[in-house]
């Protein structure tokens, strides 16, 4: 048994399902870039499991991402 809370998920119009993480830590430093790819780089396992629960839901490509609302950064995971 698995116990998951995805943030959001929706399928758009190219019916491509998305799963979307959002985070609300904030960057006060420079080298925003370089913290974004950190922040990706740490929750990706937790994304990819996330993708391998969703993609039981149906037959849709799944796509990953994070939401940084305080930061205004939306971030596709590869």
Known sequence: MVNA???RMLVDEQRQRWVVDFKTSTHAGGAGQ???????????PQMQRYRALVGQLGGEPVRLALY???????RELE
């Open 5 to 7: 809370i995805i943030d």
């Open 34 to 44: 370089q913290f974004i790819d950190s922040e990706a780089e740490r929750y990706r």
């Open 68 to 74: 940084f609302p305080l930061l205004g950064v939306f």
